[in-house]
């Protein structure tokens, strides 16, 4: 059975004003009902209040560690629930992604909502349900520091002596089930695609597997318990390995893609080995257990069974999920978007300056597309077309739009967090690295298109005046121009949020087409069919395959982002509602325009605020957009940003001692050991 030792360690100090919590001694058979007032006792008022929730927990420690009786009553509860409940169901599917079908789980957790299934009381899952009763304990458990809980059962000192032949049994059904349900996942095409030799894709599934039906066979046969240990160890050997195969299929992400399919089978892969790794930690008898696991593991389950039947939940990780495979591209394509020399630097800036080029025409002829006598729709369509040309021409010259760049940079950043893909500490110096390079190369971006787009509009408009002696806005109409900028006389702000979420859903669509043409061989399927090739030539047709491959996506991006902001007065007038489009650029374009055509008649106030609300609609543009992607990007990476409080502090550090990072690229680059 279960031998229990008792660990001596340091309890932390607790202030001499906090009354120890007092636990009670005699529990008899009231095992569960004292693990369920042990969790009052520590429960805070306010989930969210985490520094509570530890004081208290500390406070029981202290009261363990310094009463016998009490440690010994809580061991022997702990004691009696793994004995008497099936842990099977913990142990194989808490906290992780369901086989079934999204419409099928879906259906599942929605009659659940209405009426939760009933679980038995010999269900170890009933044993959490009941101790962690509160919907929102699983904040609490998981705000708490880590090295608390850690401490927590290290001080019950559980090791495990495996001569309880009912616990024994459900630990090996376990891991015996797990076992092949990884085989299984890991002889699927999604898997195996990408290896030129199946079998090396599928060897470390079919061996991690061998290796336990070995063990539980010579556990049968009554083998040596070290001939034992080290079968399990030679299964332990075999999950690493598969553990480098799921790694490997990660790195080519960028390269091949990935599918909604291959991500939620990897994602569903990965748990399940980590759960094989507790089980057999407790299964190899060598009576020492990987405390830091086994916490992330009861932290999973607390989560997963207050969580279980959350709608809200359950679309939100399928969602991530899905994010996953758009942000993967987006976060590579941002890669050319964040400057780190000086030289790049410059090159960032006369890019924009470029596009300020492109943009100073667009606003021209919108204005004038705004003359045109058509239907509300047309005048729409025609707007988005030249909307989307002019974000296409500013692709293929190679020119930068100050706006695009968040949705993109956003994914970068992320991927410095990508536990998911790294399986390890994120390095958060470098991240405030990035964070800096990111700022000074949108400072640049934007810089270069405004210093165009200003004077250049105005020299645009000045010329149709002088070649046809009209203006292209004049009197109510040029005053509505710059009216329309205004922060506070207009909704100009919200307009500019609007235009965020559009710059941001645009950047997913570009990220999602791309993604589906390298995962889907698009252009090797293309290079296939021959019905083209007899009305290209060939030549000419691998240029359009190599353009399909390396730009589809970005333009399919900018035709959406066209059209958004095209339609969007269309769609506001149509069912009137408060829905229009500022675009930091178009808006500047429009600020030029509407100033000559008063000839110059503009008071400093009414001009100074102008200027003010295209500034401001440039922030909420870039805050917006790259807040929505960042968000994105880290969610579907499976990333919490509350694991990371330090980096807050780093990031201001760093500005602090080297706030012309943030601005220009510095001479000398920096590096992490600078930020130490």
Not at 525 to 553: C, D
Request: hydrophobic share 40%.
């Amino acid at each position: 059975m279960l031998r229990l030792t008792k660990k001596r360690k340091e309890s932390s100090s607790i202030s001499r004003k906090k009354p120890a919590v007092v636990l009670p001694l005699h529990v008899g058979n009231r095992s569960l009902d004292y693990l369920v007032e042990l969790m009052k006792k520590i429960r805070p008022d306010n989930p969210r209040n985490s520094n509570d929730a530890e004081l208290k927990f500390q406070a029981v420690m202290f009261q363990l560690s310094q009463d016998r009786s009490s440690l010994f009553s809580l061991r022997k509860a702990l004691l009696s629930q793994f004995i008497k409940t099936d842990i099977v169901t913990a142990l194989t599917e808490s906290g992780i992604v369901s086989s079934r079908g999204f419409i099928q789980e879906l259906q599942s957790k929605l009659k659940h909502k209405i009426l939760p299934p009933l679980k038995s009381p010999d269900n170890f899952l009933y044993v959490i349900d009941r101790i962690f009763y509160k919907r929102s304990d699983h904040i609490w458990v998981e705000g708490m520091d880590p090295k608390l809980w850690k401490q927590f059962f290290e001080m019950l000192g559980i090791q495990i002596n495996l001569t309880e032949p009912s616990l024994i049994k459900q630990l090996q059904q376990s891991v015996q089930l797990l076992s092949y349900r990884i085989t299984t996942l890991g002889l699927e095409k999604e898997v195996t695609h990408r290896y030129e030799n199946f079998e090396d894709a599928i060897y470390p599934f079919l061996e991690q597997n061998r290796m336990v039906n070995e063990y539980l066979q010579d556990y049968e046969n009554g083998k040596d318990a070290g001939i034992l240990r080290m079968t399990l160890s030679n299964a332990v050997e075999a999950l690493h390995n598969c553990n480098q195969s799921i790694q490997w299929i990660h790195d080519q992400r960028p390269t091949y893609g990935t599918s909604l399919a291959q991500t939620y089978i990897l994602t569903r892969l990965q748990q399940q080995i980590n759960r094989m790794f507790i089980i057999i930690d407790v299964l190899d008898s060598d009576n020492s257990l990987d405390t830091e696991r086994f916490v992330d593991y009861f932290k999973t389950v607390v989560h997963n069974e207050n969580k279980k039947n959350s709608v809200r939940e359950f679309v939100s990780e399928n969602t991530g999920y899905l994010a996953y495979q758009i942000a993967e591209h987006g976060g590579r394509k941002g890669e050319h978007y964040i400057t780190t020399t000086r030289k790049e630097f410059w090159k960032m800036f006369w890019s924009a300056a470029g596009g300020g080029v492109i943009i100073s025409f667009i606003g021209v002829i919108k204005n004038l597309l705004t003359k045109l006598q058509l239907l509300p729709l047309w005048q729409g369509v025609l707007y988005s077309t030249n909307y989307s040309l002019g974000f296409i021409l500013i692709q293929d010259t190679g020119s930068t739009l100050a706006t695009k760049q968040p949705a993109y940079t956003a994914n970068n950043l992320a991927s410095s967090f990508d536990v998911q893909k790294m399986g390890e500490q994120p390095d958060l110096r470098n991240l405030a690295i990035t964070v800096a390079r990111v700022s000074r190369t949108q400072l640049a971006s934007f810089t270069g298109n405004l210093l165009v787009v200003f004077p250049l509009t105005y020299i645009l408009a000045f010329l149709f005046f002088e070649i046809t002696g009209t203006k292209i806005a004049a009197g109510a109409a040029a005053h509505h121009l710059l009216e329309e900028q205004h922060p506070f006389h207009s909704m100009a702000l919200l307009y500019a949020c609007i235009t965020g979420f559009f710059l941001f859903v645009s950047g997913l669509i570009a990220g999602y087409v791309e993604n589906y043409i390298v995962y889907g061989k698009v252009g090797d399927r293309l290079r296939s069919l021959s019905s083209f090739k007899t009305v290209f030539s060939e030549k000419r047709w691998f240029k359009i395959i190599h353009y399909i491959e390396n730009h589809f996506g970005s333009l399919i991006g900018n035709i959406a982002l066209g059209f958004c902001l095209g339609m969007a007065s269309f769609f506001g007038n149509t069912f009137g509602l408060p829905f229009d489009i500022r675009h930091i650029t178009i808006s500047a374009a429009n600020t030029a325009i509407g100033f000559f055509g008063l000839d110059h008649a503009v008071s400093a106030s009414e001009l100074t605020y102008t200027i003010l609300g295209v500034c401001l609609i440039g922030l909420l543009n870039f805050a917006v957009s790259f807040g929505l992607a960042f968000f994105v990007a880290v969610k579907s990476r499976g990333i919490h940003l509350r694991n990371y409080p330090e980096f807050l502090g780093i990031l201001l550090r760093y500005a602090k001692r080297y706030p012309r990072d943030f601005i220009k690229a510095p001479v000398v680059l920096r590096t992490a050991t600078d930020l130490e």
